[in-house]
């Protein structure tokens, strides 16, 4: 079958389809919420991009395709396709215009692109080869480069976009040179981001998390606890965070691998040791040299990241602050006034911030140093440093386009009710036990579909405290259980799915092939969501102890890695330590 032919026949099934799929809606009650009316079919325009990113390997075409017929089906008046797809195209291009338009993804694709400029930035001026020559001379194995990617992760706690932006371009000449996979390297960074960011005390995280907690404590009339206070109380029962964290450290000092991530690894190590890196649909640094002649210093990398992290604390508590001074919460206001630098106070200012404003301030000032520091050692010329500031912002376009239809699905998802239609099929009456993996699943899906953990955080919290108080009869550490499972489950969720943003970024950042990334994770983050229900949630729903779960579910992950995997070894003169 030749091209024309081919592409003839997708276009006679694509129009067969769009009819039956007008009949079907058109059957249906216009008046009907939506997550009603449509049924079932509230799924198909995420599950369309997810199943056509992984056939085709187009992340954009997918997206595109799934968010046109989410807004298709919303659209539909009659069996007049044609008008229907016009209104379709046209609402689709309002859609990603409102996502963009919003004050939260602007922020979050300015910050972005000015990562994406201060990291060629710290290229060119050798910043980034001195710091991986340092941690190579340290980290000059596979077993120790991942741990030292682990543990960057750990440092740059307080964002998971930041964490896949930062950790990733500065650690992958390491992995390169050392024969470790990209996709490995993408693993690594993505199980660093989300989790740490989720459970970390001081994060981008935390506000929306503890709003959340006490909303849903409120709507059961428990007044006498504190959002902040229940968080912390869930921290040891964010057993996917937890276990995730730790299979990094087993599967990096065992070498044991399995699923694609072994055929990855393999692959990686039987590369030549000249032999050029090429990776299909990568975008990133790769290209990027140090200018010619330069003095390698690890100082013009540590200088402007370190005023990134720095800059992106003292932002966050500067918005928090400004926030509570500026508004009419007289407890949060006496709080700043009484005592601001207090670790209430801090913690007060923190909840309030806003983060992508935070993040794109701090990395504003960051690029400044940046480019004063090329200009300053007469490494750049002003006009070359702002040259090249502007062309690393070009590298992550890409990733701005793929995030603004993520948004856009998210919407289109959010408007046919997918979320509400899982909600309805999944809550039905259940043993009480079972009710925190239920929720951890439910959390799980809808985080898959939608491709985001913040969103699927504020769909489940509202309805999970309630539902576990009432099964539960108010047994306050059955509902934190529960809360937990909200949380972690909407990560699991957010790491499987190939229209998350962050997977997206943690792809970007490692200049991994992005559905490559999503298949070699997706064995791995399954593997440790069943260890996170077997070992974790479902005792815990029996009453069984954290402190208990956690030490089974190491040795469970440490004998299921063993099990199922096989150890891709490496050059045994390298590591003297094996």
């Avoid at 309030?352 to 690029?367: G, K, Y």
């Amino acid at each position: 079958m030749n091209d024309k032919m081919k592409i003839g026949l997708i276009a006679a099934v694509s129009i067969i389809a769009l009819f039956v799929l007008s009949l079907w809606i058109s059957s249906t009650p216009a008046d009907a919420d939506n997550s009603v009316r449509f049924g079932i079919l509230t799924l198909l325009p995420p599950l369309i991009a997810i199943a056509l990113a992984f056939i085709t390997k187009e992340t954009v075409l997918s997206l595109f395709i799934g968010v046109f017929v989410g807004e298709f089906m919303l659209s539909v008046n009659d069996l007049n396709i044609v008008s229907t797809a016009i209104n379709a195209f046209l609402n689709l291009g309002s859609q990603v215009i409102s996502c963009m338009a919003d004050p939260w993804n602007a922020g979050i694709i300015l910050q972005c692109l000015l990562i994406g400029g201060i990291i060629q930035l710290v290229t060119k001026m050798g910043g980034a080869k001195a710091l991986a020559d340092a941690f190579a001379k340290r980290a000059d194995t596979p077993r120790k480069a991942q741990l030292f990617t682990w543990i960057l992760g750990l440092c740059v706690f307080f964002d998971d976009y930041a964490n896949s932006l930062i950790v990733g371009p500065i650690m992958r000449p390491v992995m390169d040179k050392l024969k470790v996979s990209r996709e490995k390297l993408a693993f690594v960074v993505d199980a660093t981001a989300a989790p740490v960011a989720g459970i970390a005390i001081i994060s981008t995280w935390i506000g929306l998390e503890i709003s959340l907690i006490a909303a849903g404590f409120q709507s059961v009339g428990v007044t006498n606890v504190t959002g902040f206070g229940i968080f912390l109380q869930t921290i040891p029962y964010r057993f996917y965070n937890i276990f995730i964290l730790i299979f990094i450290v087993i599967s990096a000092l065992t070498l044991y691998e399995f699923g694609p991530m072994k055929k990855a690894e393999q692959a990686a190590r039987a590369r030549k040791e000249d032999e050029e890196i090429i990776v299909p649909q990568a975008p990133g640094f790769d290209e990027i040299k140090p200018v010619e002649g330069v003095k390698l210093s690890v100082w013009n990398a540590i200088i402007p990241i370190g005023t990134l992290i720095i800059g992106a604390l003292i932002a966050f508590y500067w918005s928090g602050y400004t926030t509570i001074l500026g508004g009419e919460d007289q407890a949060l206001i006496a709080i700043m006034q009484s005592s601001p630098l207090s670790f209430n106070g801090i913690y007060t200012a923190l909840s309030q911030s806003d983060a992508s404003v935070a993040l794109f301030q701090a990395a504003l000032l960051a690029s400044i140093v940046a480019i004063v520091m090329a200009v300053c050692e007469h490494i750049l010329t002003i006009e070359d440093a702002i040259s090249e500031w502007i062309g690393g912002m070009k590298t992550i376009v890409i990733t701005g386009v793929i995030l603004l239809l993520a948004w856009s699905l998210g919407g289109v998802i959010g408007e046919i009710g997918t979320a509400d239609y899982l909600v309805g099929v999944l809550s039905s009456t259940i043993p009480a036990f079972i009710v925190p993996t239920l929720i951890f699943i439910l959390g799980a899906l809808i985080s898959f579909a939608t491709g985001t953990s913040y969103g699927t955080m504020s769909i489940l919290m509202p309805l999970a405290i309630p539902l576990a108080w009432a099964i539960s009869t108010g047994d306050m550490s059955f509902t934190i259980v529960c809360t937990s499972g909200v949380l972690t489950g909407a990560i699991f969720g957010d790491h499987c799915s190939p229209i998350s943003d962050t997977t997206i970024l943690s792809s970007m950042g490692t200049s991994c092939n992005h559905i490559d990334h999503v298949q070699t994770q997706i064995y791995y983050a399954i593997f440790v969501a069943v260890v996170t229900i077997v070992i974790g949630y479902i005792p815990a729903g029996l009453g069984v102890p954290f402190y208990f779960s956690l030490p089974v579910g190491i040795v469970v992950l440490y004998i299921g890695l063993k099990l199922l995997g096989e150890k891709v070894d490496f050059d045994e003169v390298e590591d003297t330590t094996s």
